[in-house]
């Protein structure tokens, strides 16, 4: 998820308006980006039944999802 799909999730919940210039609402949107990031390397850390090697390599994507 990035900003502006949370922002959109965020008007059609109802919430008015708040724009991609909103800057607590930016904040939360990023917050919720990297919670939702992390969750999902965590994911790829505990499977097992696969290379150890790949499991990480796939955590460590997920989590540069956040940095670029």
Sequence with gaps: MN???ITLMA???GFV???GKNKTL???AA???AHEREECAKISDDVDG???FVNQLISKRIRARGTT
């Design 17 to 19: 308006g708040f724009d």
């Design 31 to 33: 917050l919720v980006a």
């Design 50 to 52: 696969y290379d150890r």
């Design 11 to 13: 008007r059609k919940a």
């Design 3 to 5: 900003i502006d799909e």
């Design 26 to 28: 930016c904040k939360f």
